[in-house]
């Protein structure tokens, strides 16, 4: 195999009040739980139900702070039209992306707590987005989403995965064969079993949509779709 994966990441903080201006103690809080989540060193593995253990994967996908910009803006919502990755509009441009892992971290309004790029897509735009208040596990924090989460959701799009359910019915696919298929997002904190589809839903799997603490796996087929991409000829690179 690739052995580990290394990602450069560059976290860009544009911020319109000293609250949002999050710590550099919030930001690494970020990375060490990216670096948890993505080599099943996190603690919450281990409430895994048995049916799944089996398929519980450590991604072998290591972050390393890079860099942080901060810039102050008297824009208090971003939206989700990349304005933030542009100098040009205010905001902050992508610092090399064909290696870079970029996160920009602000307000983007509207309840949405973060979004990504899919890899292929234009390199100037390249990276996740989150809001300050979902981003790492101390600080300015927003609970049930105060637990670093929805970045690795975001970088779990970032790097190939769709949600569990594949955006539709139970037949539509997710392109991972063993996250059993589902017909919609699960929220909350669901009890296992949740059952949709005829099977039983990996309702703790990173790329649904329940609470933070209730989050805790990546699956082998998603870690094969994530490291495919680091293969030769592939959209992503390691260093
Ligand atoms: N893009 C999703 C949203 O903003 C992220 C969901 C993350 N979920 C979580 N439990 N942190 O709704
Ligand atoms: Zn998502
Ligand atoms: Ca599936």
Redesign the pocket.
Same mark, same amino acid.
């Given at each position: 195999g690739l052995g580990s994966i290394n990602i450069p990441v560059y976290v860009h903080v544009i911020y319109s009040n000293s609250q949002e201006n999050i710590s550099d103690a919030q930001i690494q809080s970020q990375i060490d739980i990216l670096n948890a989540d993505f080599n099943l060193t996190n603690n919450d593995a281990s409430l895994t139900p048995a049916e799944f253990t089996d398929v519980l994967a450590d991604a072998d996908i290591n972050f390393t702070l890079a860099g942080v910009t901060r810039k102050a803006s008297s824009r208090t919502e971003w939206g989700t039209r990349d304005e933030m990755k542009f100098a040009s509009n205010g905001g902050v441009d992508v610092v090399t992306p064909e290696s870079a892992l970029n996160i920009w971290v602000c307000n983007i309004g509207g309840g949405?707590?973060?979004?990504a790029q899919f890899p292929g897509g234009d390199p100037s735009t390249d990276g996740v987005v989150v809001g300050p208040q &979902?981003f790492g596990d101390t600080g300015y924090l927003s609970a049930p &989403?105060d637990k670093g989460?929805?970045t690795t959701?975001?970088v779990g799009h970032y790097l190939n995965l769709r949600h569990i359910w594949g955006d539709g019915r139970c037949k539509q696919d997710d392109f991972v064969a063993d996250t059993p298929s589902s017909d919609g997002p699960n929220y909350g904190c669901p009890s296992y079993p949740t059952v949709n589809c005829r099977s039983n839903d990996m309702t703790m799997n990173y790329m649904d949509?329940?609470?933070?603490e209730c989050?805790y796996m990546f699956s082998e087929g998603q870690k094969a779709r994530m490291r495919a991409l680091f293969a030769a000829g592939g959209a992503r690179e390691s260093i």
């Open positions: 949405i707590l973060g979004y &979902f &989403f989460r929805t959701h975001e949509y329940v609470n933070d989050m």
